[in-house]
Nanobody, 127 residues
Framework: QVQLVESGGGLVQAGDSLRLSCASS??????????MGWFRQAPGKEREFVAA????????YYADSLKGRFTISRDNAKNTVYLQMNSLKPEDTAVYYC??????????????????WGQGTQVTVSS
């Protein structure tokens, strides 16, 4: 069983930046093959795709509405994926989850593709 642990959330003001981290308990040889994704869920709303990064060449995929403000990256040596969030807005307030897809040949926004999920980290952006 793979465990994913998010960190880095908190309370910030509009315009600030945050970097979220997601550490995996699996081995480096396995982690490096997973497609990793970030999702978020605001109160009363459905879960929303944020970004994903593949194992091969670090190919990335973003929700259209977040391109340019959010950046996903990974450090396979540290079994960690990151989400850099800039110019934060109150509407970015949500619980942010990282997830891992064992199918290495795909990258996408379908939450059903992801096999493992973290417990989430709260991001609150005040106006």
């Amino acid at each position: 069983q793979v465990q994913l642990v998010e960190s880095g959330g908190g309370l910030v003001q509009a315009g600030d930046s945050l970097r979220l981290s997601c550490a995996s308990s699996t081995t480096s040889s396995a982690f490096r093959l997973y497609t990793m994704g970030w999702f978020r869920q605001a109160p009363g709303k459905e879960r929303e795709f944020v970004a994903a990064i593949s194992w091969h060449l670090g190919r990335t995929y973003y929700a259209d509405s977040l391109k340019g403000r959010f950046t996903i990256s990974r450090d396979n040596a540290k079994n960690t994926v990151y989400l850099q969030m800039n110019s934060l807005k109150p509407e970015d307030t949500a619980v942010y989850y990282c997830a891992a897809d064992r199918i290495t040949s795909r990258i996408g926004n379908n939450g059903n593709w992801y096999d493992y999920w973290g417990q989430g980290t709260q991001v609150t952006v005040s106006s």
